[in-house]
């Protein structure tokens, strides 16, 4: 009946009131926002830099599992080496964590039949893995890698170099890798003052990088994230031109990650680009 | 037969850079390059024959400057400098240093030649070692290379700096003497680096990062050497200046306590720390070579640490129970409650040990008790989980279950959750003891249950930990751990700790099911993991028979203090002290930053509980196989 009425136009619809559908009934769970970046800089001749990001997110049950695997690498060796070693370097680690890690969590139910690999044995492989194909493939070349599988709100992190993870929170950079520099070490033992490295002639020396071969011991660092806080990954060719206050405003002041990405750069570039920059900054929203 | 210039080519025209002469080649019309014997960072040394007796074959050693200086002005200046050092070694009489009787410049690159030494260096010997090198053979070594380092410390004008000791540049040479080769030649200016280089010189001083190079920087390199020698250890694949992280006797444990501690000490980053002279370094190990000599046990020169007295502690009280415990008490409002073998749930005073009351179930008690508003509740062999009254050790309610109890209760929410032998986990109202729901593993659930937030982890025997809601039981996930899970699980900041049956402790994203590291120990772990909030360490014993602090974020481990037998108990944490007991009838306090030993306490059995020490106001409580309950004070 009621069809008929509206067909034929008699009635007058009645009014519809707007319904608002409150916040609390859409997914819950945290979403990562990412930007990413890469320049050559203004000096070098190649950009020896290579980075990976990859988000993905579940959601079942009206519960949301986020998902994301996020790379930085900066290679070094003559001739096409250090390009050849941080690009294999970011294939190879996306590669191994995917077929170790998120695969197999994607395929198991909760009757799940393959045990599950510990986060840091499975990342910790992943570098190695990496370490043994530069090794293999461009043997005078080397690379820095700094990557974070993130789940959730954990971020699980594996570092080798000089490359860089930073946590800002409240406004503030916290550094949370450490550099495999000799410089780093030797401001460690107060032989020399942070202000003096800028210009230390030993300054690009490492003790540690991806492709020396042998088995490489590779740093691992848990880190959760607060809500509203940003994963920062970078080459020293941002690290090395831009204090942290200054990098902490530039995030702060910008509306998104992707413009934040932006902004780093151009100013690594304006404090003479002499390496190249890479920036991977990762915003985690409640 | 007349000898035709032809069978001595000479060098002819440039040499490009990079490249090494040609075997064959005869330099000055008399060296004869007959093999090249290293190629350094700044020079390349051949072996050459001397062709100024063609009749026998005397040889030499033919050190080649390499020049890698950008322009003409900086070539020169280090061929300058080369000829310089090379008239300054000419003078050098040591029965450690080759001999120089010649130098020259052919084509575009400068040369020297000395003595060609026969022998090893000590880079190979140590590599071609089957095992660590004899300790005497290297204290006779370090006194060697110290009495020519103090000789050409006191040349005048000025002290000369070797700058360069290490096991490629020492040759064990005729007679086994060392011999000091690739002597500071020509330190060639170093163009600025501008890419990134891998690798450092880990033989080095800190201070020469800073242009400084003085004799007690040699010092140091003959400790990093001296410590490369006995550990085996190549100091340039590990972080710079990181000796102190790998003491000589942490690796081999065979060395004596007074040569780790000269090299120790002549590896301080304090040049000032450091042995003043090379002479003085001398003296002291050829005092430690008198003291081998005379007397075994090995007096060190310096400080050592003095080896640790486990202070005797005596019991404030003891209580006999008339059959073995198995586990550990619990103390509440002044009273100490714990179960026994024997059947009986006891109550003593806590501060004297008196008896208060007893109550007897129908099977031996394995489980740790559990106070909650007036009620004692445990769980038996009997199959029944109890609530007693607290004042008079009268029943309130009982709950039976279909199999032996021997995980631990825990009330939260005014509801007890625990596991039983039937593979079930209860929860059940504390007042009255109704179950409220249970879920079904598929074998015995003896670990104990913890709560966090609205979910509940246990760990079964049937090799699962799983997750539920705490609301109705629901399976939220499950992980994985081969053999079973019989630790109880510790939840901390969003992450699971739990011990394995397959010798591993985890910890396990709490909500996601993610093991985020494992750690691997030699055995079981059953003991359950206990964690210092303020240092961020997880502590938990294994059947290995060691207690392990491993970093909660990281796995890594902090230290490892090993027991006599099994450590099945776990571990207390309180004000920066570990107690835990072992199989070895000891209850040990170790210090929860370093894993050093405090004190520790002999039972006359020993201690199985699989649950922590009760720890209130000022003692500590165990419990033990021989039958009694101890008090101790902390």
Known sequence: ?286 | MALSTRQFPELEGHLEEGETLPIGIVLQKRYQITEVLGIGGQSVVYQARDMKFPNVTKLCAVKEMINAAPDLRLRELAVRNFEREADVMAELNHAALPKIFDKFSEGNRSYLVMDFIPGKDLEAILEEAPGFLSENQVIQWGIEICDVLAYLHSRQPGPIVFRDVKPSNVMSGPQERVMLIDFGIARVFQPDQKGTMIGTEGYSPPEQYRGIAEPRGDIYALGATLHHLLTKRDPRLEPPFSFEERPVRSINPDVSEGLEAIVMRALQYDMDKRFSSAEEMKLALTALVELRAGDSSGVAVGTIALPRSSDGVLATWEFVCEDEIFSSPVVSNGVLYIGAYDHNLWALDAKSGEFIWKYATEGGINAQPCVYDDKVIVGSEDRVLYAVHTSRGRIVWSCPTNGRIRSSARVEFDIVFFGSDDGYLYTVRAQSGRVVWRFQAMKEIRSSPAIDGEVVYVGSDDGHLYALNIQDGKRRWQFRIARGVMSSPLVFEGLVYVGGMDNSLYAIDARYGSAAWRYRTGGRVISSPAISPELGVVYVGSVDGSVYAVDADSGRLVWKFPTEDQVISSPSVFKGVVYIGSRDGHLYALDAKSGDLRWKFKTEGRVLSSAPPAIYEGMVYIGATDHRVYALPI
Not at chain 1, 185 to 194: F, N, S, T, V
Request: net charge negative.
């Open chain 1, 1 to 286: 009946m009621e069809f008929i009425r509206r067909l034929l136009g008699k009635e007058a619809e009645p009014p519809v009131t707007e319904e608002i559908v409150p916040e609390e009934l859409l997914d819950t769970g945290p979403t990562l926002v990412v930007g990413q970046a890469s320049h050559i800089g203004r000096v070098r001749k190649r950009n020896e830099d290579a980075y990976f990001t990859l988000q993905a997110t579940l959601s079942r049950n009206g519960e949301t599992f986020p998902f994301g695997l996020f790379l930085v690498a900066d290679g070094m060796g003559g001739h096409k080496g250090g390009e050849l070693a941080s690009a294999l370097t970011a294939r190879v680690v996306a590669e191994a964590v995917l077929r170790e890690f998120y695969l197999p969590w994607l395929t198991s139910g909760v009757e799940d039949v393959i045990p599950q690999r510990p986060i840091n044995e499975v990342i910790l492989e992943a570098a190695n893995e990496a370490n043994l194909a530069v090794q293999r493939v461009a043997p005078e070349a080397g690379t820095t890698l700094t990557f974070a599988l993130i789940q959730g709100t954990n971020a699980y992190i594996a570092h080798v170099g000089d490359s860089r993870a930073y946590l800002i929170r409240q406004g503030r950079l916290e550094q949370i890798t450490q550099d495999h520099s000799l410089l780093a070490r030797l401001i460690e033992l107060g032989q020399i003052l942070p202000e003096e490295a800028a210009s230390h002639p030993q300054r690009n020396v490492l003790y540690k990088a991806i492709g020396q071969g042998g088995t490489l011991e590779v740093d691992f660092y848990l880190k959760s994230l607060p809500t509203n806080s940003y994963l920062l990954l970078c080459s020293d060719g941002l690290w090395g031109l831009i204090n942290e206050e200054h990098m902490a405003a530039i995030v702060r002041e910008s509306p998104t990650p992707q413009e934040a990405c932006r902004k780093l750069v151009h100013e690594a570039n304006l404090q003479g680009g002499e390496d190249n920059i890479t920036v991977i900054l990762v915003q985690i929203k409640g």
